[in-house]
């Protein structure tokens, strides 16, 4: 079995607050908070026994991801597959400023972010278009020798992820809530049929509203791969902070 670890990049501006933005592409840098964080998480990974540590090129996941691979004398290797979702023209905004210019389209994009892009921006399904091929090649790469893995990204991304591996439509992303520096762990296993195994999650305040269990739903992955979503969203390590 391999044990792989989502992770989202700690607190930037925008994050929390009463006004919260879109950074999408922004190169924003991790607040104070969120570089506490980011050493929060790395203290949650430290008895991981991780071969590799992969992020989104953008800082503020390269800022969190660097004291998770220092534990373990890893070099962090980023990839702009893993980068947040590109909101084009809506970069920086927050939802007020949004919906003053493009109030049909910012009401589209709420009904249907799988379809539906940002002005020079990216629907969520370009997300998995970039991420998908990425995500099978590092899922190869360790899974086969039954290696632990961390990947620290995006809000968007890891929950287009976590919803294609959980057999649900990315439109129902929303009921998945990840926490700056919250914790994801996926194991993954080989098996001979190509689908998903995914175990029953309950419905938590930190984790997912999903009641359910989803249905097994075929995912190819190179060689078959048996994913089972073990948490979500993981926040005991952030208590305080």
């Not at 933005?21 to 991790?30: E, P």
């Not at 997300?127 to 899922?139: D, I």
């Not at 899974?143 to 632990?148: G, Q, V």
């Not at 287009?160 to 994801?184: D, E, F, Q, T, W």
Request: proline share 3%.
């Amino acid at each position: 079995m391999s044990q792989i670890f989502l992770i989202r990049h700690g607190e930037v501006e925008g994050n929390s607050g009463e006004r919260l933005l879109f950074s999408g592409w922004n190169d924003v840098a991790l607040t104070a908070r969120g570089q506490r964080q980011a050493q929060a998480v790395a203290n949650r990974m430290r008895s991981a026994r991780l071969r590799a540590v992969y992020c989104s090129d953008l800082g503020r996941a390269r800022r969190t991801a660097e004291p998770v691979a220092a534990f373990r004398g890893l070099e962090v290797q980023a990839d702009a597959a893993w980068r947040e979702v590109n909101y084009g023209a809506w970069a920086g905004l927050g939802e007020t400023e949004i919906v003053a210019g493009w109030n049909d389209l910012w009401q589209q994009r709420k009904a249907d972010a799988e379809n539906v892009r940002a002005p020079g921006g990216e629907s969520y399904a370009d997300v998995w278009a970039r991420l998908e091929p990425q995500w099978n090649a590092v899922v190869e790469r360790h899974a086969a020798r039954e290696e632990d893995f961390a990947l620290v990204s995006h809000n968007g991304p890891i929950r287009v992820l976590l919803c294609h591996l959980l057999g649900m439509p990315v439109n129902n992303y929303r009921r998945l809530r990840i926490n700056n520096a919250g914790v994801s762990r996926i194991e993954a296993r080989s098996v001979e049929a190509r689908h998903i195994e995914t175990r029953h999650i309950e419905a938590r305040s930190d984790q997912v509203s999903l009641k359910h269990d989803p249905a097994p739903h075929e995912y190819s992955c190179g060689a078959a791969w048996s994913f089972t979503i073990a948490s979500i969203n993981e926040t005991s390590h952030l208590q305080g902070i």
